[in-house]
């Protein structure tokens, strides 16, 4: 079974960086498409980033383009998301989610998924 585990969110100051991590495990992820998602309460889980394991193919959101940067460590098999430039409107809990083939940015098609981890950035 697929696991996947968030690491590394807290508080930081606008401008300021953050790495998340997400460890996954109980699969052959190279295959996979990584994906990190966003969510404040109220709205709807949004697309961040993603990343084709194998290929290293990624995509982001206009919103966050020439900010963040995703990336895997094959050896540890683990996604991060550095994120740089950060803007109060980062502010949300980050998931990291997993699916089998292409990268798609509707969190409806990731199969697996994190518990999430909070980055708030205060103005």
């Known amino acids: 079974q697929v696991q996947l585990v968030e690491s590394g969110g807290g508080s930081v100051q606008a401008g300021g960086s953050l790495r998340v991590s997400c460890a996954a495990s109980g699969g052959t992820f190279s295959r996979y498409t990584m994906g990190w998602f966003r969510q404040v309460p109220g709205k709807e889980r949004e697309f961040v980033a993603a990343i084709k394991w194998n290929a290293g193919t990624t995509r982001y959101a206009d919103s966050v383009k020439g900010r963040f940067t995703i990336s895997t460590d094959n050896a540890k098999n683990t996604v991060y998301l550095q994120m740089n430039s950060l803007k109060p409107e980062d502010t949300a809990v980050y998931y990291c989610?997993?699916?089998?083939?292409?990268?798609?940015?509707?969190?409806?098609?990731?199969?697996?998924w994190g518990q999430g981890t909070q980055v708030t950035v205060s103005s």
């Open positions: 989610a997993a699916r089998f083939g292409i990268i798609l940015i509707t969190w409806l098609e990731y199969d697996y």
